[in-house]
């Protein structure tokens, strides 16, 4: 299972940016998909989800420093993930993750830069 991503970059603060996750090795239409990141001298943290919506218990998520402004999406034709972030801020600054979940099985991906700088 790999999982490449890609859209990182630099850029100003109030911008705009969308990372894709592209997945091979499995079908991601059962799995649970979606992005964590780890900003320099911080802990990784979680950033979104979103579920195959076969369990209520289980729902889509997406953490309080990004609401309304992060938005997770899968394509699951194309098995990839999105993660689109607008009016970013310096504190989105860290090294974003996708990853995938299924039945105490997970991937991840090797990590794409997006720097907030002015």
């Known amino acids: 299972v790999q999982l490449q991503a890609s859209g990182g970059g630099l850029v100003p603060p109030g911008g705009s940016l969308r990372l894709s996750c592209a997945v091979s090795?499995?079908?991601?239409?059962?799995?649970?998909v979606g992005w964590y990141r780890q900003a320099p001298g911080k802990q990784r943290e979680f950033v979104a989800r979103?579920?195959?919506?076969?369990?209520?218990?289980?729902?889509?998520a997406v953490a309080d420093s990004v609401k309304g402004r992060f938005t997770v999406s899968r394509d699951n034709r194309a098995n990839t993930v999105y993660l689109q972030m607008n009016s970013l801020t310096y504190e989105d600054t860290a090294v974003y993750y996708c990853?995938?979940?299924?039945?105490?099985?997970?991937?991840w991906g090797q990590g794409s830069q997006v720097t907030v700088s002015s």
């Open positions: 990853y995938v979940y299924w039945a105490r099985r997970d991937y």
């Open positions: 090795g499995i079908i991601i239409q059962s799995w649970t």
């Open positions: 979103i579920t195959s919506g076969t369990n209520p218990d289980y729902p889509d």
